[in-house]
């Protein structure tokens, strides 16, 4: 069964701690995204990766750190310096830089306190 | 860089009406224009898709226009039905799938 897992589902944090969400996906895809998603809101871009070991920042990367060590997985960091982390973080794919169409993940709803 | 505007925030049609959602883009380059439907505690899902040199597509229920030169394009959903219910976001692109930039989404309601 082929998809993008993000988890855990609910995450609660105290405020000064980091926090790490987890995607992780089967697809082969060779790109990777992190959104952030506010109520209202579209969703902005924080991360993305276009292939293993390389990755850029988005549109409101700071407070954020990711890694990209395997083609599957695409952790994020919620560092403490990020100012509002409470949202909801979508986690997403394609196929390739060239490919258009992108696949979501479940998504995770981190709440710091 | 990109602005991608989505009217209304809010919409509520009868079960079997139709629903009309609008988008404007300010970036003329955008050739690309997903639409993507999120139900509740989900990711979105791609539901249609449109690239510039085409004015319309359809998939069954639901139909995707554009309008290059005003810089436009909508989302039309036929008969609806309550499983459409759900937020909707219009997106544009402009070559990369890094870029896609999001509009703020609808949130359409059917009563039955």
């Known amino acids: 069964d082929g998809g993008i897992t993000q988890s855990p589902k609910y995450l609660f944090r105290k405020e000064g701690q980091n926090v790490t969400l987890s995607c992780e996906q089967n697809l082969n895809h060779d790109a990777m995204y992190w959104y952030r998603q506010d109520p209202g809101q579209g969703l902005r871009l924080i991360y993305y990766?276009?292939?293993?070991?390389?990755?850029q920042k988005g549109d409101i990367a700071e407070g954020y750190s990711v890694s990209r060590e395997k083609k599957e997985s695409f952790p994020l960091t919620v560092t403490s310096a990020q100012k509002n982390p409470t949202a909801f973080y979508l986690c997403?794919?394609?196929?390739?830089?060239?490919?258009?169409?992108?696949?979501f993940g479940p998504g995770t709803r981190l709440t710091v306190t | 860089g990109e602005n991608v505007e989505q009217h209304p925030s809010t919409l509520s049609v009868q079960e079997g009406d139709s629903a009309v959602i609008k988008c404007t883009y300010s970036?003329?380059?955008?050739?690309?224009f997903p639409w993507y439907k999120q139900e509740l505690g989900k990711g979105p899902q791609l539901i249609i898709d449109i690239r510039s040199n085409v004015g319309e597509k359809k998939d069954q229920r639901i139909a995707v226009t554009l309008n290059k030169t005003a810089k436009h394009f909508s989302l039309h959903i036929t008969e609806t039905q309550p499983e459409d219910s759900a937020v909707y976001f219009c997106?544009?692109?402009?070559?990369?799938?890094?870029?896609?930039?999001f509009g703020s989404g609808t949130r359409l309601s059917i009563r039955p």
């Open positions: 990766s276009q292939i293993v070991n390389d990755f």
């Open positions: 997403a794919s394609s196929s390739g830089p060239g490919s258009y169409e992108q696949y």
């Open positions: 997106a544009a692109s402009k070559g990369s799938a890094s870029k896609i930039i």
């Open positions: 970036d003329s380059a955008s050739n690309y």
